[in-house]
């Protein structure tokens, strides 16, 4: 098991992904219009890859540990029923996601704020999501969903049943989130929306 450094643009926030090895997480690019607007109502859009792609490494919050810049972690959400979208206040990096509640051992870690160097540990890629919301060109070929749905639910079990169900850096044991989410309204999520 290994712990891989992490950190937004501009090095404020920063942790480490701990505990890593084969079974702490799957890394998969999603390439959802979600996903997309999210970097986009950012600024971030030069994050994404050539096709709007986001890498992520899905794993629990267990495996992420903040070390610094924490204050300047904030987190977005483009409707009052979306996904938690942390990111860096400080340079507008997108982070990780979590679910809106904290009943599942959930987060996804943007890949991005890993060094390429540093990435060998989280594995190969093994699916690649909504594929439909690809930008232009060939289609992007769709595969391993299933398989990162029920690897989400057993690292779920895994971590309620070996004591490392904390939803800490994201939320308190009482389940209030460490941030209050700011709501994009339809007018803003409209304007960040890829075609
Ligand atoms: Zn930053
Ligand atoms: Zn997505």
Redesign the pocket.
């Given at each position: 098991m290994v712990d891989i450094p992490f950190s937004c643009s501009c090095g404020t926030v920063k942790g480490h992904l701990v505990d890593i090895d084969r079974k702490a997480g799957s890394r998969i690019t999603?390439?959802?219009k979600?996903?997309?607007t999210a970097a986009r109502a950012l600024g971030r859009e030069e994050l994404l890859d050539d096709r709007g792609g986001?890498e992520?490494y899905q794993t629990t919050p267990a495996h992420i540990r903040l070390d610094a810049g924490e204050a300047d972690v904030a987190c977005l959400r483009l409707s009052p029923k979306g996904l938690m979208r942390w990111y860096a206040g400080c340079c507008n990096t997108p982070l990780f996601n979590t679910l809106a509640q904290n009943k599942l051992c959930f987060a996804g870690v943007l890949v991005h704020s890993v060094a390429p160097e540093a990435r060998a540990p989280l594995g190969p890629l093994i699916a690649q999501?909504?594929t439909k919301?690809a930008a232009g060109g060939v289609p992007v070929r769709q595969y391993g969903f299933a398989k990162t749905g029920l690897n989400i639910l057993r690292r779920h079990v895994r971590a309620k049943f070996g004591g490392r169900a904390a939803m800490a850096p994201f939320f308190d044991p009482d389940g209030t989130p460490m941030r209050q989410a700011r709501i994009l309204t339809l007018e803003e999520r409209n304007a960040a929306r890829p075609e």
């Amino acid at each position: 098991m290994v712990d891989i450094p992490f950190s937004c643009s501009c090095g404020t926030v920063k942790g480490h992904l701990v505990d890593i090895d084969r079974k702490a997480g799957s890394r998969i690019t999603c390439y959802c219009k979600d996903c997309q607007t999210a970097a986009r109502a950012l600024g971030r859009e030069e994050l994404l890859d050539d096709r709007g792609g986001s890498e992520l490494y899905q794993t629990t919050p267990a495996h992420i540990r903040l070390d610094a810049g924490e204050a300047d972690v904030a987190c977005l959400r483009l409707s009052p029923k979306g996904l938690m979208r942390w990111y860096a206040g400080c340079c507008n990096t997108p982070l990780f996601n979590t679910l809106a509640q904290n009943k599942l051992c959930f987060a996804g870690v943007l890949v991005h704020s890993v060094a390429p160097e540093a990435r060998a540990p989280l594995g190969p890629l093994i699916a690649q999501t909504f594929t439909k919301g690809a930008a232009g060109g060939v289609p992007v070929r769709q595969y391993g969903f299933a398989k990162t749905g029920l690897n989400i639910l057993r690292r779920h079990v895994r971590a309620k049943f070996g004591g490392r169900a904390a939803m800490a850096p994201f939320f308190d044991p009482d389940g209030t989130p460490m941030r209050q989410a700011r709501i994009l309204t339809l007018e803003e999520r409209n304007a960040a929306r890829p075609e």
